[in-house]
């Protein structure tokens, strides 16, 4: 019976209804979200039951085919039933168990009816008062069988007995009856409790029921449990449309997502990748989690931690893959966070390290600059000590090969001389120090003066040319003095690498960034070899294109450096473009700003002697300029072609490369003898007269330049010798080296003899310093003017005049700089207007004195304290010629003198 | 009397090497020297006269400037000073001093005020320590003369 109940339930199963695993009231709305609370992909063993209950949910015929064609539907029935079994089991268990307790007990009230059946030997009369079963019939015929088998005991028992008392008789059937109704009472309540039982039995293990409460469990715990998860679930079949899905936040509606692949869903980054990690898990058969982050314009960006594993039919045949998606961005936010920290950290902690690491050796490399600085500073006084003395030796009377050999030693102190001052510009560059000036200028002279220094020095057939844009400002501000070193320098480079053809300066004004002006120096000209892979280095230091280079054409290496740092510096940049055989072009842009006119600065006087001595006045506004080599066959014997026009008469004389910063510099045997023969040459000699009588060039222009161009002299001397066996032949060479010398020597006397005992003022707040210098002139046969201020230095010029003059720069009053320019103020305007606007008291003077003097440019020389504050930069600035460095020793005053006085 | 001369011109000679050696004097100095002749005897004497009157005056006006119960400290003032001690020393060959007044100066330009107190003291000490050893250096010339000889020229170098 048992049996049959079991299986009558199963088939029952199939009809009965089930309702919904959901509340009811929430299964109304399913439809418009799409399976919020109706898990349609939840794979359950009864899942067809309640979509056949809802049935708006789709796909009702592939679920239930799915579920019995998947194994794992299909393992999951198989457990249901083993689990249903197993319970009826034990129920059958237990009711058997009850029945055998029931038959026990059965048996010992027949036990006892029989025995007191025997007792009474009733038996053969009231059988019908046994209480019987159906079942237990056989049982009473047991019964009566062993009744007679005990029958000789109980007769022996019944020989003891009084029973034939009646009252005793009577008392004990009572009893006995007694007994026997409770106990057929017992029985039948019994029964009663047993068919009871059963019916319990039958009602409660209806497996229908049970399966549908366990369902039910399993439902409101998975609800329970996903309500509030953000878990994505969902069911796709091979081709990767969804067939089932559950999503806890759903933005779509079933009908949307149904049948359809995540690629026709949805749009945006992550999509196609979960796609193929889907085809992937589907390929490979395997399960796998991997995390994805979509960005779609449904749900923004959001991470999703996602599992796959294939699903298999019963036949093992791969039909689709169950996907299931947690969102975790904020707990990837966090990790990619932490992460991101970490390495910060860790990227911090190596700045830091190599921060420090940079800091120790930047100190180190100020340090050591810093030192080299004031190495090349110290080096700079003894060996110009050495330079002066050689070139004093040169004025001596020296036969051939001392005259060459000096030169030799000449040049090479020179050549260090430029080397030590490079590494001081250099190093100022560098560790910041320079300072830039901004006066304002006129870029036409700047280009014409260079290009004027650069034609006097040059012993080459080379055109020089200047070609300026017409919308090229006149006047422009910014730091000519660096500008001016810039354009010598690539100048002389371009001369020096060239060996015919032109060589020129190209200026204008490029409109981006606004008022950016462009120095193109153009030379275009058949250059030296300079090779593609050359042109990396050429900017560094010390760094020549090859050491053939080097040896070819001399230099320091570190010219172009400088100009590289000192265009950097003033805010533009320099590039080269080269080809072979074709020449180079360096050009350098600078942003320049155009001065007001009522900004009359007092560094302009430098530059207003250009202007006077070019005496047209629609000068300033000429954009070309050409400078040729007169006669080829003099003037590539190495002398300084047009530019001796503007070498003052006084230079003339003697070498023109003079003194630089107060240290005697190149006096070249070419440069010397070329002017001999200029000044043998009748023609040229009236012109150059002409030109130094009417245009006296003011020296301070013209020293500048010449510091400027230091690399002319080396130049002209590490290409002598080339030039001398290409061009002009040795022959020539030595003979002019022998007119030279004589001429030199009749020089050095006449200096002697004939030169007036010369006025010089020394001006000097500092008592002791006073003492020492003027004992240290009084050695050297001069006697000095003393003024202790800028104020009383002006009051003395103003009323004497003076050969030279000396100039402390740190002074109470009136400082040595400003003093200098209200100086030159004067020698220019002819008034002293711009000092008594700086305050000073100018007694006015005789006006023709004042005339006189204005035309002649008064030597100052600076005494500089050699602190970063008095700079010869600022020197020359502010309009000084030169600079003795402090403590003035007589050897410094004494060069300062020769080059200054004749 | 020749053995005196010899060991005083020797001691001498020491002497003078030692103020080199020991930093308190440089080539200026031997320049000094150098501008003493016949024509001005007692030249080197004379600029160093002067140069410590300057020290005592300068010393007192920065001291007098760095007092701070006066009022506020005029760095300008010492600033002014020091320079001005900067270049009398560097004419003479004071090698410490102007050291030291090198050194006083960035105080003086950073305003530190303690940098420039300590730096006053040593400039103090400094000078009078090498006033002591130019007048030992002086007794000892003069006793070479007054011994009859001549007082050597000592070659640094």
Redesign the interface.
Known sequence: MVCEMETDQIEEMDVEVLPSMWPENVGTEADKQFNVEKPAGDLDTLKEVTIEETPTIADLTRLPELMNSTQQGSSQLTNLVKQWEYMQDNAVRLLREELKNLNRQREEAEAKELKIIEEYKFETNEPENVPVLDETSDLFRRFRQKKRDALVDSKKIEIYEEFDTVAYWKQKALNLEKMLEASTERERRLIEKLSESLKTMESQSAPVQELTQNLKRAEGFLHFILQNAPIVMGHQDKDLRYLFIYNKYPSLREQDILGKTDVEIFHGGGVKESQDFKREVLEKGKASKREITFTTDLFGSKTFLIYVEPVYNKAGEKIGINYMGMEVTEQVDKREKMAKLREDNAVRKAMESELNKTIHITEETMRAKQMLATMSHEIRSPLSGVVGMAEILSNTKLDKEQRQLLNVMISSGDLVLQLINDILDLSKVESGVMRLEATKFRPREVVKHVLQTAAASLKKSLTLEGNIADDVPIEVVGDVLRIRQILTNLISNAIKFTHEGNVGIKLQVISEPPFARENALNADTEEHEQNENAIPCLFKKYMQASADHARKYGGTGLGLAICKQLVELMGGQLTVTSRVNEGSTFTFILPYKVGTSDDYSDDQDEFSDMADHQSEPDDTAEGYFQFKPLLGSIYTNGGPGIGNDFLPHKVMLTSPIKLINGFVADPSNNTGQSEMLQLENGGYVDESKLETSSGHCPESAHQYENGNGRCFSKESESCSSSQASSEGGTLEMESELTVSSHTEEEKAETDLKETPKPKILLVE?????I??AK??M??LGHSMDIANNGVEAITAINHSSYDLVLMDV?M?VLDGLKATRLIRSYEETGNWNAAIEAGVDIKTLENEQVSVRSTNRLPIIAMT?NTLAESSEECYANGMDSFIS?????QKLRECLQQYLH | MDALIAQLQRQFRDYTISLYQQGFLD??FT??K??Q?D??PD?VA??LT??FE?CVKLISNMARALDKTTGTVDFSQVG?SV??L???S????AKRVKALCVSFKEYCEAKNYEGCVRCLQQVDIEYKALKTKLQDMFNLEKQIIQAGGRVPQVDIN
Do not use: Y
Request: aromatic share 4%; with cysteine.
């Open positions: 707040d500092n008592k002791i310093n003492m020492v004992s240290m009084k050695q740190c109470p304290a402090k403590p003035v020793t007589l | 080539d200026q320049e000094l150098k501008l002749d024509g001005s030249f004379e600029v002067l140069f300057d002014a320079h001005q900067k270049g009398s560097s004419s003479v060959g």
